[in-house]
């Protein structure tokens, strides 16, 4: 029995316009654990990179770019059992939803880590298991580009902070409403590392978690 939560339908509410073939798709999401089972299945890793802090020049993290099929990251991040659903649900519910996707897949990244043999596997390690790990969509034309139409998934309590006197918030929960169908890239983002030692740089985990439960992104 899945450890995962399923938001019920009046709490994740998807505008008309999405169509009812996807809404139907979107519902029929067995559970977070099956969902991140197709990406696995289905993911190639593309790219590990270091990234520098911007804060700390002696700081890198480790960034992972997936590449998997766009059916199976909209069930991931738009479904009623995805990844936003388990913040919504609750933030520690969000973080052990984000800690299980790095634990199923870090297997693959360290295979891949091998053969590109340009990273060291100490590096990818830490990073990978440092408290800021984090998954994300790649922010491409779906958000850049976003029109007013494009919100489409209206769950009641981030659609209440789009008019928030916090400009922040507003613009979070605007964002937090879209919902890309066509999006094929996701990405693993370690903690920052100095040598061998984790630091903490990056937003806290729990501003991140607060922020995915109250409006829907971070």
């Known amino acids: 029995m899945t450890k995962f939560a399923r938001v ?45 802090s911007h804060e700390d020049h002696s700081a890198f993290r480790l960034i992972v ?11 991931f991040f738009n479904s009623p059992v995805g990844y ?7 933030c520690k519910l969000g973080e052990r939803a984000n800690r299980f996707v790095i634990n199923e897949l870090f297997s693959k990244v360290l295979v891949a ?28 034309q779906w958000l850049r580009h976003a029109k007013r139409e494009d919100r489409v998934l209206l769950v009641p309590r981030w659609q209440a902070e789009c008019v928030s006197g916090d400009k922040l918030r507003r613009k979070l929960a605007r964002w937090g409403s879209l919902a890309p169908a066509h999006e094929t890239r996701l990405l693993l983002k370690g903690g920052f590392v100095r040598a061998t030692s984790r630091v903490t740089i990056d937003k806290s985990p729990m501003t991140r978690s607060r922020e995915l439960h109250e409006l829907g992104f971070t």
């Open 8 to 52: 019920p339908d009046a709490d994740w509410v998807l505008a008309g316009n999405v169509g009812s073939a996807r809404i139907s798709r979107l519902r029929q999401a067995e559970n977070f654990d099956a969902v991140v089972s197709r990406i696995i299945r289905g993911a190639r890793v593309e790219r590990l990179r270091r990234e520098r």
């Open 65 to 75: 770019d997936l590449r998997v099929k766009a059916q199976s990251l909209d069930q």
């Open 84 to 90: 936003r659903a388990q913040y919504f649900a609750n």
């Open 113 to 140: 880590g091998k053969r590109g043999r340009r990273l060291k596997e100490d590096f990818i390690r830490l990073s990978l298991k440092h408290s800021s790990f984090k998954v994300l969509l790649h922010q491409g």
